[in-house]
């Protein structure tokens, strides 16, 4: 089995370092015309230079492939249009878009400044619906487009520390739902990845010890895959590094009807925790419609409703 790229176009966010810089000459290396976008700030988004960007964009010429630079901040419209538009004005189109920008800045809700939340959401989850937005047009018209949603197990799990991170990196995959149905009929599809890799942004709380694993490579080969003509998955959210690779479901238990048709009181919820937390008979759905599908069955066969 090989995946294949057939001429295709990416856009790489946050790509003059870490985990961008590494999907983007992953990318190039399989014959993908890369845009390098970054502003080139330090970890917490502050200051620019346009040398993140341009290193990267050598180190792909170097080795035989083809990229652009754009220096443009993905946390505003305009900057989303202008990185769109480096790859639509240098290479005609737009097929791959890898949402990988970001910074972080930590500290306990209780002290947290809420531009510090604010500034989180801009560039993690606005950066990416700029970015999306503004690429959506071409890859619909296409019929073909693969966007990466690059989440982090902080947001789908929770870490100390860290409310506007995990807000930002959560808010992604209720962003990547909400595309699923719409790109789906084109074949735009959308998945998430959750990554773990050695960066700037990680080298403070990762052990040494699991450095040699911790090589951002390892998040770019599921980055590549997601990308690929031959991939036909949408909606994933895929935890990966390290040489790990395990995808992450959100599921709903079986549930429970309550009250009998009278709204339950409190106390009913209280008295029967148990059976409204059971997860055995738990499963995933594909849209929120299913949901309220099943709960309709559900009372159909309980004799809530009349047949
Ligand atoms: P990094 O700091 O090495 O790379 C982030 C890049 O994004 C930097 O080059 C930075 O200049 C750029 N950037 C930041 N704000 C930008 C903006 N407004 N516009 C354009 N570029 C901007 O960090 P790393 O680890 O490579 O992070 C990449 C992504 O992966 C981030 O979204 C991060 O939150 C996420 N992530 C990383 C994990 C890890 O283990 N390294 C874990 C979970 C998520």
Redesign the pocket.
């Known amino acids: 089995m090989s995946v294949s790229f057939d001429g295709r176009v990416a856009v790489v ?9 590494s999907h983007a000459k992953v990318l190039a290396s399989r014959g993908v015309k890369v845009v390098v ?7 917490s ?1 502050q200051g620019g230079s346009n040398r ?1 960007a341009d290193e990267v964009v050598k180190e792909i010429a170097d080795a035989g492939g083809i990229a652009v630079a754009n220096y ?4 505003s419209e305009e ?1 989303g249009q202008n990185i769109i538009k480096t790859a639509l004005d240098n290479f005609g189109t737009v097929d791959i878009l890898i949402n ?5 800045r930590d500290k306990s809700f209780a002290k947290m400044d809420l531009e510090n939340f604010t500034a989180l959401m801009d ?2 989850l606005m ?1 990416a619906v700029y970015c999306t937005k503004a690429a959506w047009p071409a890859m619909l018209e296409n019929r073909f487009g693969r966007v990466v949603m ?5 947001g789908l799990f929770g870490s100390h520390g860290h409310t506007n ?1 995990a807000s930002a ?1 959560m808010s992604l995959v209720g962003f990547m739902h909400g595309l699923i149905q719409e790109g789906s009929k084109k074949n735009v599809l959308v998945n998430a990845i ?9 080298e403070q709380v ?1 052990s040494p010890k699991l450095a040699p694993m ?1 090589q ?1 490579e390892y998040v770019s080969a599921m980055v590549a895959f997601l990308s690929s003509d031959e991939c036909d998955l949408s909606g994933q959210i895929v935890e990966c ?1 390290m040489g790990y690779y395990s995808k992450v479901q959100i599921v709903e238990g079986a549930g429970v009807l309550l009250g009998n048709g009278e709204v339950p009181t409190p106390e009913t919820i209280q008295d029967n925790w148990g059976a409204i937390s059971d997860m055995s008979g738990a499963q995933p759905y594909r849209h929120a419609g299913q949901v309220s599908r099943a709960v309709f069955h559900k009372m159909k066969d309980e004799g809530f409703l009349s047949q």
Do not use: C, E, I, Q
């Open positions: 966010t946050g790509a003059g370092s870490g985990l961008g810089r976008n970054d502003l080139g700030g330090d970890v988004g993140a443009d901040s993905v946390a900057g990988n920008a970001g910074n972080v560039v993690h950066g690059t989440s982090s197990s902080a991170y990196k959750a990554p773990m890799a050695l960066t700037r942004m990680t990762m911790m951002p590094g």
